[in-house]
């Protein structure tokens, strides 16, 4: 998937419980974005990143949920006090600077959040 | 709320047969992308089309943007299967200046050899 790295791959947390997911873009790449799949839904965007700057929240719950993008290290989504509706396929996505023409977006491999 | 709606949502053919896609929407858009997506694997861009009535070749893929961007379609010749999968189209909103792209539902494709 082009380079973007996302971890733990998989991950399993009980109700309450916090969820960390974490998201390297490709090299080159200062745009992050977030989406989540949940089952048999397609991608749902929520939130939109460049360093140290979150762009557009539209999509991010407005509880439990925060994201950040470091100056250093990867951008980390966060999920406080899980519960079983928050079990999803949450992917990262990272684009090129600006002053592109198109905006690609080249998706990491997901982390697949389990809450029991 | 923007919607992309993609049909059908689930196509099943043999291996040979062609077959199409189709990706719809009242809005317009400044572009719009394809995926194809495994089980358990992030969606991977096959290609990103721009411009109103524009046609894009990739082997025996044939995407077209329709005139008024706002429609999309995916042309498989001979299908084979490896091209089983789910196919996602995926457009940014030509209002939006965040780049967030809106995704189709997902056509799941099954080739049966």
């Known amino acids: 998937n082009a380079g973007v790295m996302q971890n733990p791959r998989h991950l399993v947390r009980r109700r309450g419980q916090e969820a960390r997911l974490r998201c390297s873009p490709m090299?080159?790449?200062?745009?992050v974005y977030w989406y989540r799949q949940l089952p048999e839904e397609g991608l749902k965007f929520m939130v939109y990143?460049?360093?140290?700057?979150?762009?557009?929240e539209s999509g991010m719950p407005k509880e439990r949920f925060s994201a950040e993008f470091p100056k250093e290290g990867p951008s980390i989504l966060r999920i406080q006090q899980v519960v079983r509706g928050d079990s999803a396929a949450y992917f990262c996505?990272?684009?090129?600077?600006?002053?592109?023409?198109?905006?690609?977006?080249?998706f990491g491999p997901g982390t697949r959040l389990t809450v029991t | 709320t923007q919607l992309l709606e993609q049909s059908p949502q689930f196509l099943s053919i043999q291996e040979g047969e062609n077959l199409t896609v189709y990706c719809n929407s009242s809005?317009?858009?400044?572009?719009l992308q394809w995926y194809r997506q495994e089980p358990g694997e992030g969606p991977v861009l096959l290609v990103t089309?721009?411009?109103?009535?524009e046609v894009k070749k990739l082997k025996r893929l044939t995407f077209q943007f329709g005139d008024a961007r706002k429609d999309s379609s995916l042309h498989i010749t001979a299908a084979q299967p490896g091209d089983t999968g789910l196919y996602l189209c995926?457009?940014?909103?030509?209002?939006?200046?965040?780049?967030?792209?809106?995704f189709g539902q997902g056509t799941t494709l099954q080739v049966k050899p």
């Open positions: 995926a457009g940014e909103e030509r209002s939006s200046n965040t780049g967030k792209l809106i």
């Open positions: 996505a990272s684009s090129p600077p600006v002053g592109r023409a198109v905006n690609e977006q080249y």
């Open positions: 809005s317009v858009f400044s572009s």
């Open positions: 990143l460049q360093k140290e700057n979150i762009i557009d």
């Open positions: 089309v721009v411009t109103g009535g």
């Open positions: 090299k080159g790449h200062s745009h």
